[in-house]
């Protein structure tokens, strides 16, 4: 069995990424979305090891002291990581995986695995990005304002992407993703 290929699919909060993926994810039984760890508190509606694996502080310290993260970063005053052996397991056995990740950890895993595609997923407008994460409704103003800080720098390393998806219509978004992954197959 051939071995699956590993997507990194990353961009500003707020761009949508959750969004794409659970359709992509819902249409094709290949794709495997990797958990990551992250030291931020559970949104509401968010379980323990199904949209993260939410760890101490200290306990993701002590893995990443251990070296079991095929990438991590601090984003927003926490930590996100992807812990390296679910995702080989399931590219040993066939299985396309998707590391949805911040920009930082998308380019220690472009430095670590040069075969990996690298997917970012942008917003139509820095505007729309803006109104999207105050419509949540889950962050205070000051949590808003540093993620759109952030978002402006993400938002200029675009061109480091094999590819980049702007997620203005869904449908469409979601169609370009598949056409990546059918041509990745081929």
Do not use: C
């Not at 306990?59 to 990581?81: P, S």
């Not at 540093?146 to 203005?168: C, H, I, P, S, W």
């Amino acid at each position: 069995m051939p071995k699956g290929t590993l997507y990194v699919v990353t961009g500003p909060s707020g761009a949508g990424k959750g969004t794409l993926l659970g359709r992509l994810l819902a249409a094709d039984e290949r794709l495997f979305l990797s958990i990551s760890a992250t030291t931020r508190a559970p949104r509401p509606g968010e379980q323990d090891g199904v949209q993260y694996h939410f760890l101490p502080r200290q306990a993701f310290e002590d893995k990443i002291a251990q070296g079991a993260f095929l990438e991590h970063a601090r984003y927003v005053d926490n930590y996100y990581g992807t812990l390296e052996a679910p995702v080989e397991e399931k590219l040993a056995a066939g299985l396309d995986v998707i590391l949805e990740i911040e920009v930082q950890g998308a380019m220690q895993v472009h430095g670590k695995r040069p075969d990996a595609v690298m997917v970012f997923i942008a917003p139509p407008s820095f505007e729309e990005l803006a109104a999207r994460l105050r419509g949540r409704g889950t962050e205070d103003e000051d949590k808003i304002q540093k993620r759109l800080a952030t978002a402006r720098e993400e938002l200029e390393q675009q061109a480091a992407f094999d590819y980049v998806v702007v997620n203005d219509e869904i449908d469409r978004a979601v169609h370009e993703l598949q056409q990546i992954i059918a041509a990745r197959r081929a």
